[in-house]
């Protein structure tokens, strides 16, 4: 995967992607935006889902050392 930017982990803010996770689920809940909304929204929520998984990975990894 090539990415136009990189985040270091300690820049990530985890509260944040769940934050936004759970107001995009909400906003997706119930009723089908616009095909550009939907897209906008897929994307953050994407990010965010990404966001957090990194997260838990690298804790994972620090528990194992």
């Known amino acids: ?3 136009d930017t990189a985040q270091r982990s300690k820049d990530l803010d985890e509260a944040a992607a769940r934050t ?3 107001r995009i689920e ?3 809940d119930g ?3 616009a095909p ?3 897209a906008r929204l897929k994307a953050e929520l ?3 889902i990404t966001i ?3 997260l ?3 804790r994972d990894l620090k528990r194992r050392r």
């Open 1 to 3: 995967i090539l990415a």
């Open 20 to 22: 936004a996770k759970e």
């Open 26 to 28: 909400k906003e997706l």
């Open 31 to 33: 009723h089908r935006p």
């Open 36 to 38: 550009a909304d939907y």
């Open 46 to 48: 994407d990010l965010a």
């Open 52 to 54: 957090i998984r990194s």
């Open 56 to 58: 838990e990975h690298l």
